[in-house]
């Protein structure tokens, strides 16, 4: 009994500090939805996180932006710009890591040691020729530079990711398939590429968060206002009027982190898999 008791309070005092980290991280998307009903003297004049009164006519205003573009119109570039550059990259990425995981050739050493050194280059080194390159290619103002490097499988982070997936899975199966007159495509699509569901999400997850939220490249390559993204949308609220009314920051940046927010639970399943099994090797 004693035993019992003492693993009750074990795991009530788990689940209250869970409880508490988890609030603590909750707290600030909190702030920004209930400072979306604040005035500016109460969002930067007081500490409460309540406001005096709940109105959406920040919300209202703040979607309406510059008025000749909307946010509905940043949301659709957003997306055109986000879904086909995660699903080319998880495409390609797959297939890449396909050929490293299950195929013997020439130079397979090196050019793995190569991928895993692009690793570790930043993206200021590479943003000046990539420009230069694009411009000459006429791929300025266009979607182009996200979907092109996607197609060829330029991430060797999620290539490398899918690499120690696959390399948990037993080569028996690919065996099998080939005796049973399967070819190497299709040992890929119908056998293996089933399998890496779990890291396919995750690598798919993370390629639409971090595209989604990526700032720097948006505003490098995309110049016209109408094909803007909700990054740089953001930014532009900023700048529009001389006096910034915040409530209609925080509610338009409220509204923008919340497809992140549902969609990150929605999928936290694969997620949480995918990652927990690419550290499996063979």
Do not use: H
């Amino acid at each position: 009994m004693k035993k019992k008791t003492k693993k009750r309070i074990n795991l009530i005092i788990t689940y209250v500090i869970i409880t508490f980290i988890g609030v603590l991280m909750l707290y600030p998307i909190l702030w920004m939805f209930f400072a979306a009903f604040k005035t500016n003297e109460e969002i930067f004049g007081s500490l409460k996180l309540l406001p005096e009164s709940f109105s959406l006519d920040s919300f209202i205003e703040g979607w309406r932006s510059t008025g000749r573009t909307t946010y509905t119109d940043y949301f659709i570039n957003t997306f055109k710009m986000t879904v086909p550059t995660t699903l080319l990259t998880v495409m390609t990425c797959s297939l890449v890591a396909y050929g490293f995981a299950r195929f013997r050739f020439p130079g397979k050493k090196l050019l793995f040691m190569l991928l895993i050194a692009t690793l570790m280059l930043p993206n200021a080194v590479i943003i000046i020729p990539r420009y230069s390159l694009y411009n000459s290619l006429g791929w300025l103002d266009t979607y182009l530079p996200f979907y092109i490097p996607a197609l060829l499988g330029t991430y060797p982070f999620f290539i490398f990711m899918l690499i120690q997936f696959m390399r948990g899975l037993p080569r028996d199966l690919d065996e099998s398939a080939y005796m049973d007159g399967c070819g190497t495509f299709r040992v890929y699509w119908n056998i293996l590429l089933p399998l890496q569901k779990p890291a396919l999400f995750s690598a798919g997850l993370f390629q639409f968060l971090w595209t989604y939220n990526d700032y720097m490249n948006p505003l490098i390559f995309i110049s016209s206002v109408k094909k803007y993204v909700i990054s740089l949308a953001l930014r532009l609220s900023l700048d529009a009027e001389s006096v910034v009314v915040w409530s209609r920051v925080m509610a338009m940046a409220f509204v923008a982190v919340l497809p992140l927010i549902i969609l990150f639970f929605a999928a936290q399943k694969y997620f949480v898999e995918g990652i927990a099994t690419t550290g499996m090797k063979g």
